[in-house]
């Protein structure tokens, strides 16, 4: 195992407790979307308290002040298109040396001309969501029919015009059986990314069911296995770090992992799809080191701030705080960067330092971020190749 590349998780160059790798804002929670899974439980109209055009400025300010290279600045909603001075605050955002990215919602405002004002403003990327390979299965996730047209519409002009692309997929129980055409969609339409996002329980996702932590580990390494055909990434998979990690050793050593009927199931279709057909990529998009807290922050519509939108625990306010110290003081964030902290498996784990599970879902289940995360299947120590796996640990750590 000598030799053993550093790339097989990447870590943000600057140090996570000083400043994050990711700034996501919650512009607005204005959408008229009714997704099965929203986190925001989004709303029709715009809240009173948003921050408004000045505070947001301010909280740009604050992010560059985090110094060189500044964060990643990604504005969300709800619908952040709902926001009539989006383009401006993009076009300020870029102007005080952020990179800023977009998220938008599959709405009839995802058209040419609001792509276009983003793109002359600066946007240099824009994150939609997929979560069906069909209108039907996609439209019904979402809540209103003709979403997953405007989706693929939205999708293509971007790509025309310039803007990188990231796809979002919701990976629970309802989106097992579709998980491979949608991986195909991805591939046949062109995206910088696909990013599958494991479900955490909350808001609305806290009424769909939840996927067995075996389950998890199936689709885990089945997205690890698109991985040599196409650019993938999880949100709230953090053990897809764990997953890379150990298969960099198993690839090594000629080896398969024991893994269950649902990666034999998806694998399959993939194949049926010729999804691991033509010519693998010449280097895999290795996971990033980012979680909750640690390096990774969101800020809310309101202006709380928490480790991620996924985890609604408030640290504190940037109409009362700045959110450098805010991220680099408040004791919410500084204990989910201590791996030392980490309760049951996931504090035992020897992937604890590199992996750590999702502080969201542990917190979603069990009322504590700092308890082991509910769909991890691995039991600390059970990987057979210890010594191998110490010395790939180190090179990524």
């Given at each position: 195992m000598s030799g053993a590349p550093r790339t097989l998780v990447r870590r943000p160059r600057q140090p996570v407790d000083e400043?994050?790798?990711?700034?996501?804002?919650?512009?607005?929670?204005?959408?008229?979307?009714?997704?099965l899974h929203c986190r925001a439980e989004a709303v029709p109209d715009r809240h009173p308290d948003e921050l408004d055009g000045p505070a947001a400025r301010r909280l740009m300010d604050r992010i560059v002040s985090f110094g060189k290279p500044a964060p990643l600045f990604v504005i969300t909603g709800g619908d952040p298109f709902q926001r009539p001075d989006l383009a401006a605050l993009v076009a300020y955002g870029t102007s005080v040396g952020l990179r800023v990215a977009v998220s938008p919602s599959g709405t009839p405002t995802l058209d040419r001309d609001h792509l276009v004002r983003i793109r002359d403003a600066g946007a240099v990327a824009l994150s939609l969501s997929l979560d069906g390979s069909t209108a039907a299965r996609h439209d019904a996730f979402r809540g209103v029919p003709g979403v997953f047209d405007l989706t693929l519409d939205g999708w293509r002009t971007a790509r025309e015009l310039g803007l990188k692309v990231q796809i979002n997929t919701a990976v629970g129980r309802h989106s097992l059986p579709d998980l491979a055409d949608i991986a195909a969609l991805v591939r046949r339409e062109g995206a910088l990314l696909w990013s599958g996002f494991l479900l955490v329980p909350t808001g609305r996702a806290g009424a769909l069911d939840a996927l067995t932590a075996a389950e998890c580990e199936d689709v885990l390494h089945f997205l690890y296995d698109l991985g040599a055909r196409m650019p993938v990434k999880t949100t709230e998979g953090h053990h897809f770090r764990r997953v890379a990690l150990q298969r960099a050793v198993l690839d090594r050593r000629g080896e398969r992992p024991a893994l269950g009927p649902l990666h034999a199931r998806l694998t399959a279709r993939a194949g049926e799809l010729g999804l691991f057909e033509g010519e693998r990529r010449t280097a895999r998009r290795p996971p990033m080191d980012v979680s909750s807290g640690r390096g990774?922050?969101?800020?809310?519509?309101?202006?709380?701030?928490?480790?991620?939108?996924?985890?609604?625990?408030?640290?504190?306010?940037?109409k009362e705080r700045g959110l450098p110290e805010i991220y680099r003081e408040s004791e919410l964030f500084r204990s989910l960067r201590d791996p030392e902290r980490l309760g049951g498996r996931c504090g035992a784990c020897e992937f604890a330092r590199v992996c750590g599970g999702s502080r969201s879902r542990a917190y979603?289940?069990?009322?504590?971020?700092?308890?082991?995360?509910?769909?991890?299947?691995?039991?600390?120590?059970?990987?057979?190749?210890?010594?191998?796996?110490r010395e790939v640990l180190a090179c990524a750590g």
């Open positions: 400043r994050p790798f990711l700034v996501i804002w919650e512009a607005t929670r204005a959408c008229p979307l009714a997704c990774f922050v969101f800020v809310s519509h309101t202006g709380e701030v928490h480790p991620s939108g996924f985890l609604p625990l408030s640290a504190g306010n940037v979603a289940v069990t009322g504590d971020p700092l308890a082991a995360d509910p769909w991890c299947a691995y039991r600390p120590g059970s990987f057979p190749h210890q010594d191998e796996l």
